[in-house]
């Protein structure tokens, strides 16, 4: 059977102009260790669950990107995480919320679906379950980083909040572009069992408001699996994603109605999501194989790598 990893690191906006040489350089590093190290474990034979993982924690480690050590700061100055995991074999799923010093944000969400009894949990109460399970902690000087620092000094006197490069408040004004460039993580897997998984890990919004919870640990959301249909990981503008329910409307556009995985990935991310304002992307695949990425924004760090040999790392759109 043939297996396949995709995985991402944040779209918004990402074009040329705004990226250096060593920014690209640094960016396609990040991205194909994390696509090695999840393929080692799909080419033995490993599952897709832990071939996310495994390519989530290699992101969470690196600061830049959005997740784990590189998390943006909240409107208060602290790294609230995110994250969530779904099994498309048993739609079994965990998830996390507003968690601090918690250094895999990814690995609490696996032992809240393998080991709470219950798929959702946020805040102190996921600090304490992940103590329980020997999830390994890190101060906060570890998720201290001072581009992105310097990135929420810039709005934290507003109500603007910022993703990637693009600041949004309330009534949609937009910030000025800073320049700076973080994305969200995630990976969706299908394995050599025809078994799809899917996963998704974040600092959230720049300046988010202290407790905000964004699209990626919704399942439904910005994460969903089912071997049936399809596996999905979301980065955008969370807002928009959580009230079109993106990944299991597409999901059910493949279940429901017949479309392929690239059409039903087209109408939610480039019709529906942009009547609403939605500005973002995903990565999908099924249990075929067969992968997407999708998106509305000028770029999305993103990359592949397949049983067939193939394997790509790209940005701009
Ligand atoms: N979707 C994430 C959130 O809204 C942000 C991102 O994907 O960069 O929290």
Same mark, same amino acid.
């Given at each position: 059977m043939s297996f396949t990893l995709v995985i991402h690191g944040g779209a918004g906006n990402i074009t040329p102009a705004i990226m250096n040489k060593e920014q690209e350089n640094h960016y396609t590093e990040g991205l194909k260790e994390a696509l090695d190290k999840g393929y080692e474990i799909l080419q033995h034979g490993g599952s897709s669950l832990d071939a996310v993982v495994a390519a989530i924690c290699v992101m969470e480690d690196n600061p830049i990107f959005n997740a784990g050590r590189g998390a943006v700061f909240t409107k208060k100055g602290l790294n609230e995480m995110d994250a969530a995991l779904m099994d498309g074999s048993i739609l079994a799923a965990g998830a996390v919320a507003?968690?601090? %010093?918690? =250094? %895999?944000p990814i690995k609490l969400a696996r032992e809240v679906m393998l080991h709470s009894g219950h798929v959702f949990l946020s805040g102190s109460g996921a600090g304490e379950f992940a103590l329980s399970q020997g999830i390994e902690m890190a101060p906060d000087k570890y998720f201290f980083n001072q581009s992105r620092y310097d990135q929420w000094l810039e709005i934290r006197d507003t109500n603007f909040t910022q993703l990637d490069h693009k600041g949004d408040n309330l009534k949609g004004e937009t910030v000025p572009n800073t320049g700076h460039k973080f994305g969200t993580v995630g990976a969706v897997a299908c394995d050599q069992f025809g078994n799809i998984a899917a996963g998704t890990s974040t600092g959230g919004?720049? %300046? =988010?408001?202290?407790g905000r919870i964004g699209d990626s640990p919704v399942i439904g959301a910005g994460t969903y699996a089912n071997n049936r249909t399809c596996a999905i990981s979301c980065t955008g503008h969370g807002e928009p994603f959580l009230r079109a329910c993106v990944a299991h409307d597409i999901s059910c556009l493949i279940e429901y109605k017949g479309l392929s995985l690239q059409e039903a990935c087209a109408v939610v991310i480039k019709d529906k999501l942009v009547k609403m304002g939605g500005e973002g992307g995903l990565i999908a695949v099924n249990a075929l194989g067969e992968y997407d990425f999708c998106f509305n924004s000028a770029g999305m760090y993103r990359g592949m790598r397949n049983s067939e040999g193939k394997q790509l790392v790209a940005f701009y759109g």
């Open positions: 507003g968690v601090r %010093n918690i =250094k %895999n919004m720049t %300046n =988010k408001r202290f």
